[in-house]
């Protein structure tokens, strides 16, 4: 299984931005996927996450009512609609996929993809 992120870049708070992440290898619809992100020298962070059958999805506090998980199960993609960005939102995203569920602990997926920069400008 491959996981490719993309759609990073640089925009400026309150923009919004689109990523997505295409999974090839396997077949999507048998996963739950998560994105994280990292910013210097922080954690990575769990930022949301979607299940594999009802499209369930859930996000840490922080990006609450402003970014949206959405899976395109005919495209193999999940996606993370971002929008009202910060500063803070700054750092590599990087998606996630598990055959069971989502988790906020990025140790218990099974596969991880190259992430994408996103770069809040304030």
């Known amino acids: 299984v491959q996981l490719q992120a993309s759609g990073g870049g640089l925009v400026q708070a309150g923009d919004s931005l689109r990523l997505s992440c295409a999974m090839t290898?396997?077949?999507?619809?048998?996963?739950?996927m998560g994105w994280f992100r990292q910013a210097p020298g922080k954690e990575r962070e769990f930022v949301g996450g979607?299940?594999?059958?009802?499209?369930?999805?859930s996000y840490t506090n922080s990006v609450k009512g402003r970014f949206s998980i959405f899976r395109d199960n005919a495209k193999s993609t999940v996606l993370l609609q971002m929008d009202s960005l910060r500063s803070e939102d700054t750092g590599d995203y990087s998606c996630?996929?598990?055959?069971?569920?989502?988790?906020?602990?990025?140790?218990?997926?099974?596969?991880w993809g190259q992430g994408t920069q996103v770069t809040v400008s304030s």
């Open positions: 996630a996929a598990s055959k069971l569920t989502y988790y906020e602990n990025y140790n218990l997926y099974s596969f």
């Open positions: 979607i299940d594999k059958t009802y499209g369930v999805t």
């Open positions: 290898g396997d077949t999507f619809s048998n996963y739950a």
